[in-house]
């Protein structure tokens, strides 16, 4: 059995930083789930505020399967990105699971406002956990997104 046949609530959800033994293996995710379908290259996954984001991975024996990243901006909150599940997982509600456990934590820190970048068809996902749109769409990486956002605890 390969770590992708787990059961999404069988998989481990962990806060990791750059240097964490499993850090590797959740850049290897979003290269294959957010990178390589537009054509980019492994140097171009990261982003400049790497260290300074929360990365929350879900994993099962050493396979990075889900990742959800979030940049703290001000004492406010700030942006979630990166949001990727491994295709042999997806629609098993492990997105969801990821994000609700980002939010606990940034509540825990007395963070409340996020933000981010949807990608259009991504949309009803964000907004099935509660995230609206606003503002007009915009281009990134090539495609179609919209901002969207949340406030926490209301
Ligand atoms: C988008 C993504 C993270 C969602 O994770 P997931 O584990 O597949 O989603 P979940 O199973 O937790 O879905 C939660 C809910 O959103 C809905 N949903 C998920 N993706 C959807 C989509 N593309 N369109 C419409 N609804 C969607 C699900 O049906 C589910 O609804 P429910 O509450 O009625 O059951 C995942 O599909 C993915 O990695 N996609 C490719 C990368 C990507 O686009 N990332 C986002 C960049 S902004």
Redesign the pocket.
């Known amino acids: 059995m390969s770590a992708s046949d787990a059961a ?1 609530s069988e998989l481990a959800l962990d806060f990791i930083q750059p240097g964490h033994a499993l850090y590797g293996g959740e850049l290897e995710l979003r290269f294959r ?2 990178r390589e379908p537009l054509g980019y290259t492994r140097e171009q996954v990261t982003f400049p505020f790497e260290d300074a984001s929360l990365h929350l991975v879900a994993h099962a024996g050493g396979q990075v399967l ?1 990742c959800v990243l979030f940049h703290p901006e001000d004492t406010r909150g700030g942006r979630l990105f990166q ?5 042999e ?10 994000v609700s456990t980002l939010e606990a934590e940034l509540l825990r820190r007395g963070l409340t406002q996020v933000h ?4 259009q ?6 907004e ?2 509660g995230y609206s749109t606003y503002a007009e769409a915009f281009l990134e990486v090539g495609i179609p ?1 919209r901002h969207m956002r949340k406030s926490l605890g209301t």
């Not at 949001?83 to 295709?87: D, I, L, S």
């Not at 981010?116 to 990608?119: C, G, T, V």
């Not at 068809?121 to 964000?126: H, L, R, S, T």
């Open positions: 999404p789930v957010l889900g949001m990727a599940v491994t295709p997982l997806q629609g098993q509600r492990l997105g969801a699971r990821l981010l970048h949807a990608r068809a991504v949309v009803p996902f964000y099935r956990l997104h």
